[in-house]
């Protein structure tokens, strides 16, 4: 059974950085394509960043390009979402997700296995 466990939210100044981690267990990210998305309140659930299962390319969304980075470390079964010069607006729950896809794909239905979500409050 696939389990994923989100971790590293929570509150800090604009201009500042998080990283977040989604520990996997029953498997190897390296099977899947591995994306982050967000949702803040009110608003729909984004996609933020993937990468690619079958040729480890990334690929984020405008919104966040030259400042979120994805990684894996398999040897620990944890995909990383470095946060750098965050801002007000990318305030919201941050989930992991997995795709038996092979390329990167930003949109939510390409996904079927999701963590529970972990905060993220970017103050001005």
């Known amino acids: 059974e696939v389990h994923l466990v989100e971790s590293g939210g929570g509150l800090v100044q604009a201009g500042g950085s998080l990283r977040l981690s989604c520990q996997a267990s029953?498997?190897?990210?390296?099977?899947?394509?591995v994306a982050w998305f967000r949702q803040a309140p009110g608003k729909e659930r984004e996609g933020v960043i993937c990468?690619?299962?079958?040729?480890?390319?990334?690929r984020p969304a405008d919104s966040v390009k030259g400042r979120f980075t994805i990684s894996s470390d398999n040897a620990k079964h944890t995909v990383y979402l470095q946060m750098n010069s965050l801002k007000p607006e990318d305030t919201g729950v941050y989930y992991c997700?997995?795709?038996?896809?092979?390329?990167?794909?930003?949109?939510?239905?390409?996904?079927?296995?999701w963590g529970q979500g972990t905060q993220v409050t970017v103050s001005s």
């Open positions: 029953g498997f190897s990210f390296d099977e899947y394509t």
């Open positions: 997700a997995l795709s038996y896809g092979t390329w990167c794909d930003l949109r939510r239905e390409f996904y079927t296995s």
């Open positions: 990468l690619s299962r079958s040729d480890a390319s990334t």
